[in-house]
Protein backbone atom coordinates (compact mmCIF):
# COMPACT_ATOMS: atom_id res chain seq x y z
CA UNK A 1 0.00 0.00 0.00
CA UNK A 2 1.09 3.32 -0.36
CA UNK A 3 1.76 5.98 1.96
CA UNK A 4 -0.45 8.13 0.72
CA UNK A 5 -3.22 6.02 0.39
CA UNK A 6 -2.54 4.96 4.28
CA UNK A 7 -2.62 8.45 5.42
CA UNK A 8 -5.36 9.32 3.16
CA UNK A 9 -7.48 6.47 4.79
CA UNK A 10 -6.45 7.66 8.31
CA UNK A 11 -7.63 10.94 7.73
CA UNK A 12 -10.89 9.97 6.30
CA UNK A 13 -11.28 7.46 9.55
CA UNK A 14 -10.15 10.89 11.36
CA UNK A 15 -12.92 13.36 9.92
CA UNK A 16 -15.68 10.41 10.09
CA UNK A 17 -15.13 10.27 13.85
CA UNK A 18 -14.67 13.96 14.24
CA UNK A 19 -18.96 14.06 12.53
CA UNK A 20 -20.30 11.41 14.69
CA UNK A 21 -18.40 13.15 17.75
CA UNK A 22 -20.09 16.66 16.31
CA UNK A 23 -23.36 14.91 15.61
CA UNK A 24 -23.87 13.39 19.18
CA UNK A 25 -23.05 16.80 21.20
CA UNK A 26 -25.48 18.67 18.73
CA UNK A 27 -28.26 15.95 19.58
CA UNK A 28 -27.34 15.95 23.12
CA UNK A 29 -27.34 20.30 23.25
CA UNK A 30 -30.82 19.87 21.33
CA UNK A 31 -32.01 17.48 24.56
CA UNK A 32 -30.74 19.82 26.93
CA UNK A 33 -32.57 22.89 25.50
CA UNK A 34 -35.59 21.37 24.42
CA UNK A 35 -35.51 19.74 28.11
CA UNK A 36 -35.66 23.69 29.56
CA UNK A 37 -38.72 24.84 27.06
CA UNK A 38 -41.76 25.81 28.65
CA UNK A 39 -45.18 25.26 27.27
CA UNK A 40 -45.79 29.68 27.89
CA UNK A 41 -42.68 30.31 25.86
CA UNK A 42 -43.98 27.74 22.91
CA UNK A 43 -47.55 29.62 23.07
CA UNK A 44 -46.07 32.98 22.62
CA UNK A 45 -44.57 31.99 19.47
CA UNK A 46 -47.49 31.01 18.21
CA UNK A 47 -48.70 32.96 15.33
CA UNK A 48 -51.89 31.08 14.33
CA UNK A 49 -54.85 29.38 15.56
CA UNK A 50 -54.11 27.28 19.11
CA UNK A 51 -56.90 25.15 20.53
CA UNK A 52 -56.98 24.22 24.16
CA UNK A 53 -59.12 20.92 24.91
CA UNK A 54 -59.78 21.33 28.39
CA UNK A 55 -60.09 18.35 31.10
CA UNK A 56 -64.22 18.51 30.51
CA UNK A 57 -64.01 17.93 27.02
CA UNK A 58 -64.53 21.64 26.41
CA UNK A 59 -62.00 23.86 23.57
CA UNK A 60 -60.85 27.18 23.57
CA UNK A 61 -59.99 27.98 20.09
CA UNK A 62 -58.17 31.30 19.40
CA UNK A 63 -54.87 33.46 19.16
CA UNK A 64 -53.04 33.95 21.74
CA UNK A 65 -52.45 36.98 23.46
CA UNK A 66 -49.88 36.00 26.35
CA UNK A 67 -48.81 33.30 28.15
CA UNK A 68 -47.05 33.30 31.08
CA UNK A 69 -46.29 30.34 34.53
CA UNK A 70 -49.98 28.51 34.20
CA UNK A 71 -52.03 30.72 32.59
CA UNK A 72 -52.50 31.54 28.77
CA UNK A 73 -54.81 34.18 27.33
CA UNK A 74 -56.45 33.88 23.91
CA UNK A 75 -58.29 35.98 21.68
CA UNK A 76 -61.64 33.97 20.36
CA UNK A 77 -62.78 34.54 16.40
CA UNK A 78 -65.50 36.19 17.86
CA UNK A 79 -63.24 38.85 19.78
CA UNK A 80 -63.53 37.19 23.28
CA UNK A 81 -60.73 36.93 25.22
CA UNK A 82 -60.30 33.69 27.46
CA UNK A 83 -57.87 32.92 29.99
CA UNK A 84 -57.36 29.46 30.38
CA UNK A 85 -55.52 27.93 33.69
CA UNK A 86 -52.87 25.99 33.16
CA UNK A 87 -54.20 22.71 35.29
CA UNK A 88 -57.28 22.87 33.23
CA UNK A 89 -55.97 22.15 29.91
CA UNK A 90 -55.59 18.64 29.19
CA UNK A 91 -53.74 18.88 25.62
CA UNK A 92 -53.33 21.54 22.95
CA UNK A 93 -53.50 21.61 19.22
CA UNK A 94 -51.79 24.09 16.87
CA UNK A 95 -48.38 25.36 19.10
CA UNK A 96 -45.22 25.50 17.38
CA UNK A 97 -42.16 23.19 17.69
CA UNK A 98 -40.00 26.57 18.35
CA UNK A 99 -40.55 28.86 21.15
CA UNK A 100 -40.29 32.31 21.94
CA UNK A 101 -37.16 33.33 24.53
CA UNK A 102 -38.30 32.93 27.81
CA UNK A 103 -39.93 35.04 30.01
CA UNK A 104 -38.35 37.88 32.02
CA UNK A 105 -37.75 37.88 35.69
CA UNK A 106 -41.05 40.02 35.59
CA UNK A 107 -42.95 38.53 33.15
CA UNK A 108 -42.20 34.78 35.08
CA UNK A 109 -44.38 36.36 38.01
CA UNK A 110 -46.99 37.13 36.36
CA UNK A 111 -49.16 34.31 37.72
CA UNK A 112 -52.73 32.91 36.90
CA UNK A 113 -53.31 34.69 40.26
CA UNK A 114 -52.60 37.92 39.05
CA UNK A 115 -54.38 37.52 36.22
CA UNK A 116 -57.61 37.19 37.85
CA UNK A 117 -56.89 39.54 40.53
CA UNK A 118 -56.34 41.59 37.37
CA UNK A 119 -59.87 40.99 36.41
CA UNK A 120 -61.53 41.91 39.60
CA UNK A 121 -59.80 44.41 40.46
CA UNK A 122 -61.22 45.76 36.76
CA UNK A 123 -64.82 44.66 38.07
CA UNK A 124 -65.22 43.26 34.61
CA UNK A 125 -68.08 41.05 34.08
CA UNK A 126 -67.12 37.66 33.07
CA UNK A 127 -68.26 33.77 32.63
CA UNK A 128 -65.74 31.59 35.03
CA UNK A 129 -66.22 27.65 33.43
CA UNK A 130 -65.76 25.28 35.98
CA UNK A 131 -66.01 21.40 36.39
CA UNK A 132 -69.54 21.76 37.09
CA UNK A 133 -70.80 24.55 35.28
CA UNK A 134 -70.38 28.23 34.40
CA UNK A 135 -71.09 30.78 37.15
CA UNK A 136 -71.29 35.22 35.61
CA UNK A 137 -70.76 38.02 37.34
CA UNK A 138 -67.84 40.14 38.72
CA UNK A 139 -64.60 38.84 40.11
CA UNK A 140 -64.95 40.47 43.64
CA UNK A 141 -62.17 39.08 45.78
CA UNK A 142 -59.37 36.38 44.73
CA UNK A 143 -57.87 35.20 47.70
CA UNK A 144 -55.00 32.48 48.11
CA UNK A 145 -56.65 28.82 46.46
CA UNK A 146 -60.35 30.84 45.42
CA UNK A 147 -61.91 33.25 43.74
CA UNK A 148 -65.86 35.30 44.64
CA UNK A 149 -67.89 35.75 41.75
CA UNK A 150 -71.06 37.66 42.70
CA UNK A 151 -73.76 37.76 40.84
CA UNK A 152 -77.45 38.91 41.48
CA UNK A 153 -77.94 35.89 43.84
CA UNK A 154 -74.59 36.42 46.02
CA UNK A 155 -71.11 35.45 45.64
CA UNK A 156 -69.88 32.04 44.43
CA UNK A 157 -66.51 30.75 45.92
CA UNK A 158 -64.97 29.21 43.31
CA UNK A 159 -61.71 27.01 44.15
CA UNK A 160 -58.54 27.75 41.76
CA UNK A 161 -58.68 23.93 41.19
CA UNK A 162 -62.23 24.13 39.71
CA UNK A 163 -61.62 27.03 37.13
CA UNK A 164 -61.69 25.93 33.41
CA UNK A 165 -61.51 28.72 31.61
CA UNK A 166 -62.35 32.91 32.77
CA UNK A 167 -64.37 34.14 29.51
CA UNK A 168 -64.28 37.48 28.85
CA UNK A 169 -68.13 39.06 28.92
CA UNK A 170 -69.57 40.54 24.94
Same mark, same amino acid.
Given at each position: MRWDDLFEDLEAQADHGRRQ !???AE?? !?RTAREEATVALADRLRAAT????WVLHDGGTVTGTVLGAGPGWSLARERSGRQVLVPAHAVAFLRGVPAHSAAPAGPVAARR????AVRALAAAQERVTVRTTAGAVSGTVRRVCADHLDVEDGAGARSIPFGAVLAVL???
Open positions: !DLAVA !DGEVTTFLMERV
